[in-house]
């Protein structure tokens, strides 16, 4: 009975959020990541705290694995409309997530190795697409290997 229900929430859940990146955003942001315990009042009223925590521990996994399954181009497309639906300049939050890795932070606890690489690399590689892509904004983007630094010149009256 608590199986039906854990997947009746987790079917409203993906019908509220229609992306698959903000629903991996939206689970892992339940995450403690202290303490790994995932807290959702809702879900623990409906399913108590402990049934809860390993239904969403569970639902991050499987949204995971589907994104994991993911072309970098259906990436790509997942993250550009999930960053055009911030209401921040699309560029800026390329750079965000390109500089801070914050990516990393959603990829649910116990992953293989591997599959925690891929995804990584996927999304690093949907960024480099997105930023291609996207028009010309105020952000910088990083050069392939930054120039070189000018000579050091010190002169006889600065000594």
Not at 98 to 105: D, E, I, K
Not at 127 to 141: G, I, T
């Amino acid at each position: 009975m608590k199986m039906e229900r854990a997947s009746d929430l987790k079917e409203k859940t993906r019908e509220s959020v229609p992306l698959s990146i903000a629903l991996l955003v939206y689970l892992a942001s339940l995450r403690d990541h202290n303490t790994g315990r995932y807290h959702h009042d809702g879900w623990s009223f409906r399913l108590t705290e402990e049934g809860a925590g390993r239904a969403l521990r569970e639902f991050h996994g499987e949204e995971f694995e589907r994104l994991l399954d993911c072309t970098v181009r259906e990436l790509a497309e997942e993250l550009g409309a999930y960053f055009g639906s911030l209401g921040e300049p699309v560029g800026r939050s390329i750079e965000c997530w390109r500089q801070l890795g914050s990516f990393r932070v959603l990829v649910p606890e116990g992953c293989h190795p591997v599959d925690r690489e891929l995804f990584c690399s996927s999304v690093r590689a949907a960024l480099v697409v997105l930023a291609a892509r996207a028009p010309s904004s105020p952000w910088p983007r990083p050069a392939a290997s930054p120039p070189p630094s000018p000579p050091l010149m010190i002169s006889a009256s600065s000594v």
